[in-house]
C-alpha cells in the first residue's frame, strides 16, 4: 500500500527552528515529485514547494521562498520541512504529497508565545 | 503566476441532484508535451485533501463514476451527477503545468 506518514503535530514558540517529515512507502521513493502544502486556519490551499528525491532538484512557491526549507533523504525514503525561525502566521496544517496521488494526513503546527 | 479561479465558492445541493464546479485559469494549461495538467481535489471535514480527477476528465483509482471532469485551454468544469451525503466538502481545481503549482480559493458543496 502507498503511503505517505507524517510526523506528529507540534507547538512551538516565535522563533524557534522546526522540521517536520514524510516518510513514503509502498512505491519507489526516488521516482516521484513530494510536494508541501499549507493550509491556515479556516483557508484553502496554498503550495509551498515539491522536491524531486531522485536528485533533489527543488522548486519554491516564490510566497515561501527564503521562508522554509525543503529537503528529503533518499536513504529513508524521507521528505521534510523545516523553518529557522518560526511566526505566529506559521501557524497551520502542513499536508505533503506525493505528486497529488498520495496525500499525508498532514501534521498542525502551531506557533504561539 | 497563473491564476486560477472558480466558481461559485458555496453549492447547495440538494441530495440526488446534479453538481457542477467551473474553474477558470488566467493562461492555458497546455503544456509544451501537449498535456494539460488539470486537476481536481476534494477535501471532506477533517480529512486531508484526495485526488479526484487528473489531466482534464481522467478519474483517479477509486473515484466513482458520478465524477466528471471536463474542458480545455482556460476553462474546465468538474461535474458530480447525482450528489451523495459523502460528497461534501470543498473542491479545489489546481494546476500542475507551470510553476509555481496553483490552486483555486475552493468550492463549498453542502446539502441544502
Known amino acids: 500500500e502507498v503511503q505517505l506518514v507524517q510526523s506528529g503535530a507540534e507547538v512551538k514558540k516565535p522563533g524557534e527552528s522546526l522540521k517536520i517529515s514524510c516518510k513514503g512507502s509502498g512505491y519507489s521513493f526516488t521516482s516521484y515529485w513530494i510536494g508541501w502544502v499549507r493550509q491556515m486556519p479556516g483557508k484553502g490551499l496554498e503550495w509551498m514547494g515539491i522536491i524531486y528525491p531522485g536528485d533533489s532538484d527543488t522548486r519554491y512557491s516564490p510566497s515561501f521562498q527564503g521562508q522554509v526549507t525543503i529537503s528529503a533523504d533518499k536513504s529513508i525514503s524521507t521528505a521534510y520541512l523545516q523553518w529557522s525561525s518560526l511566526k505566529a502566521s506559521d501557524t497551520a496544517m502542513y499536508y505533503c504529497?506525493?505528486?497529488?496521488?498520495?496525500w499525508g494526513q498532514g501534521t498542525l503546527v502551531t506557533v504561539s508565545s | 503566476d497563473i491564476v486560477m479561479t472558480q466558481t461559485p465558492l458555496s453549492s447547495p445541493v440538494t441530495l440526488g441532484q446534479p453538481a457542477s464546479i467551473s474553474c477558470r485559469s488566467s493562461q492555458s494549461l497546455v503544456h509544451s508535451d501537449g498535456n494539460t495538467y488539470l486537476s481536481w481535489l476534494q477535501q471532506r471535514p477533517g480529512q486531508p485533501p484526495r485526488l479526484l480527477i487528473y489531466?482534464?476528465?481522467n478519474r483517479f483509482s477509486g473515484v466513482p463514476d458520478r465524477f466528471s471532469g471536463s474542458g480545455a485551454g482556460t476553462d474546465f468544469t468538474l461535474k458530480i451527477s447525482r450528489v451523495e451525503a459523502e460528497d461534501v466538502g470543498v473542491y479545489y481545481c489546481?494546476?500542475?503545468?507551470?510553476?509555481?503549482?496553483?490552486f483555486g480559493q475552493g468550492t463549498r458543496l453542502e446539502i441544502k
Open positions: 489531466k482534464i476528465s
Open positions: 489546481t494546476q500542475a503545468t507551470q510553476f509555481p503549482i496553483t
Open positions: 504529497a506525493r505528486e497529488w496521488l498520495t
